[in-house]
Nanobody
């Protein structure tokens, strides 16, 4: 599956952005999906994940209550709604996919837990 992330940009502190991750090549309903981010000089970190059905989600503590992951399997797209953005949210955001192994598998918090990655979209938050 090929993943294409989009929607990044420059936003002021407290603002909102919605990222999209469009899949092609395979139907997205076969995969659990996640968003990771990587700031300059830092390791790539888990942000949020969602099961193939959308029924299970997982969030990093740093974004809980501000970010919302969702998916539309009919459109082969996963979304990340980011509200109340902070300067520390600035990073390149990557979407990732892993084959659904069982039930409503929500995926891993680890980079190594994903098989497919998008190219990343830059999010910049001005203070």
């Amino acid at each position: 599956v090929q993943l294409q992330a989009s929607g990044g940009g420059l936003v002021q502190t407290g603002g909102s952005l919605r990222l999209s991750c469009a899949a092609s090549g395979r139907t997205l309903s076969n995969y659990a999906m996640a968003w990771f981010r990587q700031a300059p000089g830092k390791e790539r970190e888990f942000v949020t994940g969602i099961s193939w059905s959308g029924g299970s989600t997982l969030y990093a503590d740093s974004v809980k209550g501000r970010f919302t992951i969702s998916r539309d399997n009919a459109k082969n797209t996963v979304y990340l709604q980011m509200n109340s953005l902070k300067p520390e949210d600035a990073a390149v955001y990557y979407c990732a996919a892993v084959t659904n192994y069982y039930g409503d598998y929500v995926g891993s918090r680890q980079v190594a837990g994903y098989d497919y990655w998008g190219q990343g979209t830059q999010v910049t938050v001005s203070s």
